[in-house]
């Protein structure tokens, strides 16, 4: 069953994010994705993500289709303008990629190609109703295209740090949906009181919601995203958790387990972000009982 149908038909789904090689040595990228074929229902593929430089996701999603996993790509108007996101998309699905969520690209700051230029041709709404044109058989200059595509499509919520913020990212959420959104996946979830409030709000949008669950590979990162990220909720309690276990890479693992298995109830799905350890994938599914 496919990614829609299953979220069409209620169902929880499962996907795993991961990053394309900064080169063309796919061995990794590829021993990962098989290693947790079976288990997952998709894997989400960034494109360029935090803005560094590699293996677009187009090329990505086709490896993972081909190897009989559905892949879902990352499209975003930072690095493209309007012909060159139009005609990666009709690319997607003639190689088989039918899953889109459109984000908002990363800020440059942290590139690691600092001079490139940012293009930013569409904005989110902008890339949607592309998407949606190009659905209805023309390209965004009113040309009638030869054969139309099909997606399925979702977008991103933003962090927000309070209810204001949340209420705010809630309304571009229904801007999003009205413009062809299928569903929402949200940012981190670390705890689950807040994400219960958050899904009372979000009831409204009337999509299936797919909360992301992080890995946290170390107390250092658990203290850094406390730190930074106030609306990550990220509790004392767990850093100490981290920090007193005999094994804080597997803590972080148990963690991320327990999580998803507690997202199981509220949740239309998981998004499973892993950044860099995606071997550790497999334990995080024995972890949540996946």
Not at 78 to 84: E, G, K, S
Request: glycine content about 8%; charged content about 25%; proline content about 4%.
């Amino acid at each position: 069953m496919t990614i829609q149908k299953r979220l069409q038909s209620k169902e929880f789904v499962v996907l795993a994010e991961m990053n394309t090689p900064k080169g063309v040595d796919i061995s990794r990228f590829m021993t990962d994705a098989r290693r947790i074929k079976g288990r997952i229902d998709g894997i989400v593929i960034p494109d360029m993500d935090n803005g560094v430089m590699r293996m677009s996701a187009l090329a990505g999603g086709a490896l993972v289709q081909q190897q009989g996993i559905e892949a879902i790509i990352h499209v975003y108007g930072r690095d493209r303008n309007r012909m060159a996101l139009q005609g990666d998309l009709l690319a997607a699905h003639v190689l088989g990629i039918q899953n889109l969520v459109v984000v908002h690209g990363d800020d440059m700051a942290n590139s690691d190609q600092r001079t490139a230029v940012p293009v930013d041709d569409l904005d989110e709404l902008g890339l949607l109703a592309a998407i949606r044109s190009l659905q209805g058989g023309k390209d965004l200059a009113g040309f009638d295209l030869d054969g139309q595509p099909e997606f399925h499509v979702g977008c991103q919520l933003a962090p927000f740090a309070d209810e204001t913020e949340m209420i705010r990212e809630l309304d571009l959420a229904k801007e999003k949906i009205a413009a062809g959104a299928r569903f929402i996946v949200t940012p981190p979830v670390f705890d689950m009181d807040q994400f219960e409030k958050f899904m009372q709000k979000a009831s409204c949008l009337a999509v299936p919601v797919i909360p992301t669950v992080f890995l946290l590979k170390s107390v250092a990162v658990a203290r850094y995203i406390a730190t930074h990220e106030p609306g990550a909720h990220i509790s004392e309690e767990i850093i100490r958790r981290i920090r007193k276990s005999s094994d804080r890479e597997m803590e972080g693992v148990k963690i991320a387990g327990e999580t998803i298995a507690r997202l199981r109830k509220t949740a239309q799905g998981v998004l499973i972000q892993a950044m860099g350890w995606e071997h550790r994938l497999p334990a995080i599914l024995d972890a949540a009982g996946i």
